[in-house]
């Protein structure tokens, strides 16, 4: 069903790039994918449905193929609201819009900007490590400047585990590990067992 997803978004984004082959013209996109539409779980439908209208603003001329199945009461009168919705929506959306109107609010989505991961810079902020940078003298001239960064790492010492109890230390000096509450609540050694 992933797959499906991943399909559905990439054709209906840049099928146009290879509906030149008669193997993946428009028609053979649409069949494809729409072939998937009963298998699949409502959230892949919504992408599907997403899918078929930009597939009609790249292929005007399967426009009336996929209003077919958008106008389908299987779409309209389906128990799910998000799928009558979006097939009540795309196919007004379709049927009134112009050209010009569908090209713009079907526009291909913008190019991701590359940035740092909040996780990974919250990880940076609280490494254990530090970084020192030390100056090189440049060679070719006298004046000190910075050719290369070196760097140190400096590791910092581990911080304690407070959940952790460890071992305890019993009267006769025998480590016990982890130990058990007393009366007293406080932590010591297991109680002996009665010998049978």
Same mark, same amino acid.
């Given at each position: 069903?992933?797959?499906? !997803?991943?399909?559905?978004?990439i054709?209906?984004?840049?099928?146009?790039?290879i509906?030149?082959?008669?193997?993946?013209?428009? #028609?053979? *996109?649409?069949?494809?994918?729409? =072939?998937?539409?009963?298998l699949? =779980?409502?959230? %892949?439908?919504?992408?599907?449905?997403?899918?078929? /209208?930009? @597939? #009609?603003?790249?292929?005007?001329?399967?426009?009336?193929?996929?209003? &077919?199945?958008?106008?389908?009461?299987?779409?309209?009168?389906?128990?799910?609201?998000? /799928?009558? *919705?979006?097939?009540?929506?795309?196919?007004? @959306?379709?049927?009134?819009?112009? =050209?010009?109107? @569908?090209?713009?609010?079907?526009?291909?989505?913008? *190019?991701?900007?590359?940035?740092?991961?909040?996780?990974?810079? !919250?990880? !940076?902020?609280?490494?254990?490590?530090?970084? !020192?940078?030390?100056?090189?003298?440049? %060679?070719?001239?006298?004046?000190?400047? /910075?050719?290369?960064?070196?760097?140190?790492?400096?590791?910092?010492?581990? &911080?304690?585990?407070?959940l952790?109890?460890?071992?305890?230390?019993?009267?006769d000096?025998?480590?016990?590990?982890?130990? %058990?509450?007393?009366?007293?609540?406080?932590?010591?050694?297991?109680?002996?067992?009665?010998?049978?």
């Amino acid at each position: 069903e992933n797959m499906v !997803k991943v399909g559905a978004y990439i054709l209906g984004e840049f099928g146009n790039l290879i509906a030149g082959d008669e193997r993946s013209g428009p #028609i053979v *996109q649409f069949k494809l994918l729409h =072939s998937m539409f009963h298998l699949c =779980s409502n959230t %892949t439908k919504y992408i599907l449905l997403s899918t078929y /209208i930009k @597939l #009609i603003n790249l292929f005007p001329e399967i426009k009336l193929d996929i209003e &077919e199945v958008l106008k389908h009461d299987n779409q309209l009168r389906n128990s799910d609201a998000e /799928i009558q *919705q979006r097939a009540m929506e795309y196919t007004k @959306l379709s049927e009134i819009a112009t =050209s010009d109107l @569908l090209a713009t609010v079907l526009e291909e989505m913008p *190019q991701f900007t590359e940035r740092e991961s909040s996780l990974l810079a !919250k990880l !940076k902020k609280k490494s254990n490590t530090l970084v !020192k940078e030390k100056e090189i003298p440049d %060679t070719d001239n006298s004046s000190t400047q /910075i050719v290369a960064k070196e760097t140190e790492v400096v590791a910092k010492p581990p &911080e304690p585990n407070l959940l952790d109890l460890g071992t305890v230390e019993t009267p006769d000096d025998s480590p016990v590990l982890g130990g %058990t509450l007393n009366n007293h609540s406080e932590v010591g050694p297991s109680p002996p067992q009665p010998s049978a």
